[in-house]
């Protein structure tokens, strides 16, 4: 275990809706980085949610305290990489975590998630919290 890990949009939610295991694990980590990804899935489910203005100050006060990683050429690369894989393996992985785990991937981050499908993954180091 290193304290330092990339957090998929599920557990975030989870965080946000009170996970006390999830609330645990995030305090015991010593850095917490998010995907320019994963912030886009959470502004999307905030502004159609019922309750947008709450939910964007959520996550901002959240993003403040975590390192946005972004996307550039390298990250293109493993993506591509990634997605290679997957279709050879006749798994489909969905666009964005496509994305999520190639940046993972580039920062020699564990991913935290919930979400299986990721496991088909051979370059991805996970974590289910």
Same mark, same amino acid.
């Given at each position: 275990?290193?304290?330092?890990? %990339? ?6 939610? !989870?965080?946000? +809706?009170?996970?006390?295991? %999830?609330?645990? *694990?995030?305090? +015991?980590?010593? #850095? ?7 912030? !886009? #899935?959470?502004?999307? !489910? ?8 709450? +939910?964007?100050? =959520?996550? #901002? ?25 997957? =279709?050879?393996? !006749?798994?489909?992985?969905? @666009?964005?975590? %496509? ?14 998630? *919930? ?7 051979? @370059?991805? *180091?996970? @974590?289910?919290?």
């Amino acid at each position: 275990m290193t304290g330092r890990y %990339l957090l998929d949009t599920n557990i975030v939610i !989870g965080i946000f +809706n009170g996970d006390a295991l %999830l609330q645990r *694990r995030l305090a +015991n980590s010593t #850095e917490v980085f998010l995907s320019i990804v994963v912030l !886009g #899935e959470l502004l999307y !489910g905030a502004l159609k949610s019922s309750r947008a203005a709450e +939910n964007l100050a =959520r996550i #901002e006060q959240f993003a403040i305290s975590t390192t946005i990683l972004d996307c550039d050429s390298e990250t293109a690369y493993r993506y591509g990489a990634l997605k290679a894989e997957s =279709r050879r393996r !006749g798994v489909p992985i969905p @666009e964005n975590d %496509l994305w999520i785990a190639a940046l993972a991937n580039q920062h020699d981050l564990p991913l935290v998630t *919930r979400d299986h499908h990721f496991s088909t993954l051979s @370059e991805i *180091r996970l @974590e289910s919290w």
